[in-house]
């Protein structure tokens, strides 16, 4: 008998009607002779709900207790499709994170996972069930709860496709498979039938929210077949896998963006040996992620370097590097906030020159300033002003020849 691990996100589990169908799906997936592990997250926007509680208390609450608020999510939601199932007369059981064998490292509110036991869930389907996972979470050797951070149900079902074996990862979102651009911008955008996983990879870690890029991550290093696909429907989805020629004679197969996006600069550092290494090493021990980053170097021996960071994280960058104003010593820090990032990403860049130069002219031929600038073999991303986003995915979707001929479709918005 073949494992299948289904996942599926808040907006398919936002209503008990909604849970109902997802039922539904489910026991026609086990009474088609499969075994099924399914991850489901947060009701709809309950998530939200809870950390909006939470800042109504306290604006710094206990990452500890935060981690403790958020699970409680997706319990109402594991519990509620288990008794969904049940009413239907199929066996089934729920199991928290850390019931389900899930173990992370000890760090609250973005742990990674780091083993799986996968001895609970086992005995449960040799029992006849269907095993209902709550995603997003699991716990670490010291006994506490942790979280994987946002959209970390994603990296849990993967990650539990490649403890388990299981023949395939379907992962059913509110739209019907991985799109050349975020639909919701980009109506002209179009679904593709596969994707690599490095493609993949750069695009969720741009922006692209339809896959986590840590279970993108996992599905790649242990070779997990891996599905996108409608909740709402059953229209074929995107394949995602290790080689895909996604769409031949194009160069860029995807654009994807991020709103949420500030610059930081920190002035008068010394320019020295070993002062980009304590300063980003300084951020990375408070678990700062740090994205593009570009340095100035001056005559009177200092040096200002620059770096983007998500716009959530300004603040604690900004208290962080205070707190070693010492220790670095550099002057001043500067922040701006209100940017976003747009990307460009396909593998046919690697072996035609002058995309970047194309990008660059395209923004400016549409009046997009560029603010920073990264690239790597397979991407080209720019940091632009936040009220520009929408116009530069557009022109760029446009200018590299992404444009399908009918609109997009986005199911459940």
Not at 42 to 71: C, Q
Not at 141 to 163: F, H, Y
Not at 192 to 212: K, N, P, Q
Not at 218 to 232: D, G, H, I, P
Request: some cysteine; hydrophobic content about 45%; proline content about 2%.
């Amino acid at each position: 008998m073949s494992l299948i691990v289904q996942k599926y996100g808040g907006t398919s589990v936002g209503t008990v009607e909604r849970i109902q169908k997802v039922a539904e799906r489910v026991a026609a997936t086990r009474d088609a002779g499969h075994d099924v592990v399914v991850v489901v997250s947060a009701m709809g926007k309950s998530t939200d709900v809870l950390v909006d509680m939470a800042k109504e208390i306290t604006d710094s609450p206990s990452p500890r207790e935060m981690d403790m608020l958020l699970t409680t999510g997706e319990q109402v939601s594991i519990a509620l499709l288990t008794m969904a199932l049940q009413a239907r007369g199929q066996e089934a059981v729920s199991m928290t994170g850390w019931q389900a064998g899930i173990s992370t490292e000890a760090i609250h509110t973005k742990a990674r996972i780091q083993h799986i036991d996968r001895t609970p869930i086992d005995k449960a389907l040799s029992a006849g069930n269907v095993v209902i996972v709550a995603g997003f979470q699991g716990v670490a050797e010291n006994g506490q709860i942790t979280t994987l951070g946002r959209g970390g149900s994603d990296t849990t079902a993967v990650a539990l496709a490649a403890a388990l074996g299981a023949d395939l990862c379907e992962i059913y979102t509110d739209v019907d498979g991985i799109y050349t651009a975020d639909p919701r911008i980009a109506p002209a955008a179009r679904k593709l039938a596969r994707i690599s996983y490095d493609e993949m990879l750069e695009l969720a870690t741009l922006g692209a929210g339809v896959l986590h890029p840590r279970a993108v991550e996992c599905a790649k290093n242990y070779k997990v077949k891996l599905t996108v696909r409608s909740s709402f429907g059953h229209e074929e989805g995107t394949i995602v896998e290790e080689e895909a020629d996604m769409e031949q004679g194009l160069v860029v197969s995807g654009i994807a963006h991020d709103k949420n996006i500030a610059k930081v600069t920190v002035a008068g550092l010394p320019a020295k040996v070993g002062t980009l290494s304590k300063l980003f090493n300084t951020l990375a021990a408070e678990h700062i992620n740090v994205d593009i980053i570009i340095q100035s170097s001056y005559e009177n021996e200092t040096t200002d370097v620059s770096f983007s960071v998500s716009g959530e994280e300004v603040e604690k960058t900004r208290d962080v590097l205070e707190k070693q104003r010492d220790a670095l010593s550099f002057s001043n820090i500067m922040t701006e906030e209100g940017l976003a990032k747009v990307s460009i990403v396909g593998a046919g860049m690697i072996t035609n020159a002058g995309v970047a130069a194309d990008m660059f002219s395209c923004l400016a031929e549409a009046g997009v300033r560029i603010k920073m600038v990264s690239t790597s073999e397979i991407k080209v991303s720019c940091v632009v002003p936040g009220d520009k986003v929408e116009i530069a995915v557009q022109s760029l979707h446009s200018a590299f020849g992404l444009d399908a001929k009918e609109k997009a479709v986005v199911h459940g918005v």
